[in-house]
């Protein structure tokens, strides 16, 4: 495969984005009253992150062979997911702080992970 600093950079990125979850999971695992919902949901994000890896994986060769549009999809791809991660885990941290608060947590959003 070929190089590409762009990618290396992404791939970087994505290792330590895993190793943040893990961590996050592992002190959160070791806490008395943590959800198992959020659980389970940190085991979805270290899937998905596995998945942008495997994709980022793929634009080194589509970017050495000039398969731009494919290069555009991926990147596409890998930016929702980044999304829909970021969007699920600001609503796992304002869920958080209103129990934190004694504040009863305002109704689930449809379009957060479940």
């Known amino acids: 495969m070929t190089n590409n600093p762009l990618v290396d950079k992404l791939l970087s990125s994505f290792g330590d984005l895993e190793r943040s979850i893990s961590f996050?999971?592992?002190s959160l695992s070791e806490?008395?009253?943590v959800p198992t919902?959020?659980?389970n949901?940190?085991?979805q994000y270290?899937?998905?992150v596995v998945k942008q890896k495997v994709i980022a994986d793929e634009l080194?060769?589509?970017i050495a062979t000039g398969?731009?549009?494919q290069v555009a999809r991926n990147v596409k791809i890998i930016n929702g997911i980044s999304a829909?991660?970021?969007e699920d885990a600001q609503q796992i941290l304002a869920n958080a702080s209103f129990a934190a608060a004694g504040i009863q947590t305002p109704p689930k959003d449809d379009r957060m992970l479940s």
Request: a negative charge.
């Open 67 to 69: 398969s731009w549009e």
């Open 46 to 48: 270290l899937d998905m």
């Open 24 to 26: 996050t999971k592992q």
């Open 60 to 62: 080194r060769e589509q």
């Open 31 to 33: 806490k008395d009253g």
């Open 41 to 43: 949901r940190l085991d």
């Open 37 to 39: 919902d959020v659980l």
């Open 84 to 86: 829909m991660i970021r």
